[in-house]
């Protein structure tokens, strides 16, 4: 699978008006722990709440229309499947939705809203994962895989291309990782347009198979536990952990209760609501695991559930 700089700049053109160039906020109280200007991007603020709908738009906009009458079909925790459901309701085709049993309810009644149907299956990503080759088999739908899929990971590259060109005086990124769509093809746009500035993924310690991945130069296993960032959760490929290794300067791991604080700054400072997923970068800086220099921040989704979301912010604690 190859990605080049002008697939990112072609998605930006196919999507364009389907999705919004999120806004890009300095932060000033982290500038000032961190010693250099903090710039916060805000797909928090993008349609369905996460910059998932990107890749989804441009992976339903290439599709041909045999593959649109079919229908198409998604495995997802939740937000790529309000992405996958979006685009498809826009390109009128119909779209079902494989998710864990454990998915957030809000993610899921999301989902139904848009139009596409749920099956729920498995207790995680993974087990809801390697159900989509027999769904796709019985329904004959296409599949939109939320990571390795080229043209959604174009579509999420869109993301580093809009931080490229407002702000190329940036030093470093910072970028969400799950299955590495995002973080690679950000990585693809920043660094055609800033050959040296570094891009770094984000994981939590209950989820790192990127982390133990790239710190062994491939993909190996790991032991999964209960995450707050929950659109983090699951594992990647070897495929994606090779374009992490060419893309990617570096993953960071931070801790739950790091991802927690982070989710509570971002709301008592800026007022942004931020998911656990979401606020992992703004935890590796609060935890002063990225280097010096000027710094952006992809604050990448705020889809959490309401009672779980007020529970973290009364917790105890500055931040």
Known sequence: MRILPGDVVAARQRIAGAVWATPLLPEPGLAGSHGAPVWLKLE?????????????????RLLDGESLRRGVLAVSAG???????????????????VMPETASRVKVEAVRQLGAEVRLIGRDYDEAEAAWPAVAEETGRTLIHPFMDPGVIAGQGTVGLEIALERPSLRQVLIPAGGGGLSVGSAIALKALMPDVRVYGVQTEASAPLVASY?????????????????????????MVELALSHLDGVF??????????????????????????????AALLEGIAPAGETAVVVSGRNIAPELYQSILAEEGTA
């Open 44 to 60: 928090c603020w993008q349609r369905t709440g996460s910059f998932k709908v990107r890749g989804a738009m441009n992976a339903v």
């Open 79 to 97: 937000n790529h499947a309000q992405g996958v459901a979006l685009a498809a309701q826009e390109a009128g085709a119909s779209a079902l939705i």
């Open 215 to 239: 710190k062994a130069g491939r993909h190996v296993a790991v032991t999964y536990g209960p995450s707050i960032a929950d659109g983090l959760h699951g594992d990647t490929t070897d495929e």
């Open 253 to 282: 791991e931070v801790s739950e209760a790091a991802v927690r604080r982070a989710m509570r700054y971002l709301f008592r400072t800026q007022r942004i609501v931020a998911e656990g997923s979401g606020a992992v970068g703004v």
